[in-house]
């Protein structure tokens, strides 16, 4: 089994998203997040592509460039105009990528959602004809 982390650019936030303590409230914390001044620096958004026995799978699909364009992201939500800052070039999409490799999208057996963030969906449209699976979510309670 190989396992390959194929970058699909980077996203920078604000500091408070990452280290917001879980103890202000929903509200509170929040409303740190947007006022908040200082950015965290450029993270890499990552997907994952699993040579498997039974066949190749893909993990989580990355981030999209058309974030950059006008009217993409929700204007009304203060998260997306102020507090995200996508920074993905067309190539970097999965799709490119993964042909990049040599693989199709028919090639693959799986695409695995960890979570339905966009910096992980991004990249769904590349694939309209593939199997797709969401991992569950944990009860809040659960260990």
Known sequence: MKITAI???????????IASPPHLGTIRRR??????KQWTG???IY????????GLIL????DSARKSDRGYMPRLNPFFRC???PRVAPEEEIGPQ???????????????????????????R???????????????GAA
């Open 7 to 17: 970058q699909t650019g980077a996203g920078n936030c604000h500091v408070r998203q």
């Open 31 to 36: 409303a740190g997040i947007l006022l908040d």
């Open 42 to 44: 450029p993270h890499p």
């Open 47 to 54: 997907a994952y592509l699993i040579d498997h026995p039974e």
């Open 59 to 62: 993990v989580d699909t990355g």
């Open 83 to 85: 507090c995200i800052d």
């Open 98 to 124: 993964l042909t990049a490799l040599g693989v199709r999208s028919r090639d693959l057996r799986l695409i695995v959602m960890t979570h339905l963030h966009h910096d992980h969906t991004g990249g769904l």
């Open 126 to 140: 590349h694939f309209p004809h593939s199997r797709i699976r969401l991992c569950p979510m944990p009860h809040r």
